[in-house]
């Protein structure tokens, strides 16, 4: 028998440029004593940033000694097999109290050659925002590297690039190699790939507190950015209550969203996968082998991969994304 049970993990803080206070008044996250906060890392196999158990038998062991330890057993044995003793994604909520730089992250192929790292394909989903808030993700024409340049160069690169509004519920899908940016007031959940690799292309010109300007990796990005321009940068889906919605689904991860106003029954036993509910809504409680397991807005589970059944009560209701790796 595992001694896994559904693990939660101290949160990671991290103040930004562009950073807010969403993270305590609206998650209820104290992030003190720092002046802001722009990312929690929920649940992170980063190198830099590993997570550590909060709460149970485990408190206090870490992501990657778990894994190491456990193995196909938290993971899911095609996924350890796969990723071995690295944790394949990384969970965060990011406020965004002004823009963050405009940015693309390397694909597999090229963060292997450049960083021996994960590329980074990320997904987002949008908690809450302020009125007319937007983001960029994409073009918005055809480009190729000469004319994305010229705009660069002369300061007009927004000219070429694709504007969304973004409202609660909103979900945005970033394959590696997508240019792109979070908007002022803009709450997000994001599930990604487990690289902290990011080229800054463009940086709005501002400087930190001590008047310099944040480095920009403009050669780096060129082999990096997809210039191609999609017909639809935003997911579609048709939100509906107690049931499970599909997101989005691709190489590296399956993101689904439960909106329940009542409780019901998982049964995971047909994944070969780990599974990490996000709480961006509400309020629940999992039970799995008689043991309770409380999660609230601003919180995240992870379900080893031996936790493959669960119960799930609320009286709140509650919306969860639900992740994996199918």
């Known amino acids: 028998m595992s001694a896994l049970y559904p693990l939660k993990f101290k949160t990671i803080y991290k103040d930004k440029i562009w ?96 960083h021996n790292s994960f590329g980074k394909t990320e997904m987002w989903y949008i908690i809450e925002s302020d009125p007319g808030s937007t983001l960029i993700t994409g073009f918005n024409q055809q480009v190729d590297e000469k004319l994305y340049l010229e705009k660069l160069n002369a300061g007009h690169l927004e000219d070429i690039l694709n504007k969304e509004e973004a409202n609660a519920g909103d979900v945005f899908f970033l394959p590696a190699g997508r240019v792109h940016t979070i908007g002022k007031g803009l709450l997000l959940a994001e599930v990604q790939q487990t ?57 590296y991860f399956t993101t689904n969203v439960m909106d329940f106003t009542e409780g019901t029954n998982k049964d995971y036993s047909n994944l070969d996968s780990f599974v990490i509910h996000v709480c961006v809504a509400g309020a629940y409680t999992i039970t799995h082998q008689s043991e309770t397991y409380e999660v609230k807005m601003g919180e995240c589970i992870l379900l080893p991969n031996t936790v493959n059944q669960i119960e799930i009560k609320t009286t709140t209701g509650f919306k969860i994304l639900e992740s994996y790796i199918a």
């Open 19 to 114: 950073g807010g206070n969403k993270i305590n008044t609206y998650l209820g996250k104290d992030f003190s004593p720092l002046p802001n906060c722009g990312e929690t890392w929920e649940i992170s196999g980063v190198k830099s940033d590993v997570s550590v158990v909060e709460g149970g038998a485990l408190q206090g062991e870490s992501l990657a000694d778990l894994l190491e330890k456990y193995q196909d057993q938290l993971v899911g044995k095609k996924v350890y097999d796969r990723f071995g003793n690295i944790f394949p994604l990384l969970v965060k909520f990011i406020d965004a109290n002004d823009w963050l730089s405009i940015q693309v992250h390397p694909d597999d192929e090229l963060a292997k050659k450049r």
């Open 195 to 251: 690289s902290d690799i990011t080229y800054r292309i463009y940086d709005f010109d501002r400087v930190d507190d001590k008047g310099n300007k944040r480095e920009l990796h403009t050669e780096e990005a060129l082999a990096a950015i997809d210039y191609k321009q999609y017909p639809d940068y935003k997911t579609r889906y048709t939100p509906a209550e107690n049931e499970d919605i599909h997101l989005v689904s691709c190489p």
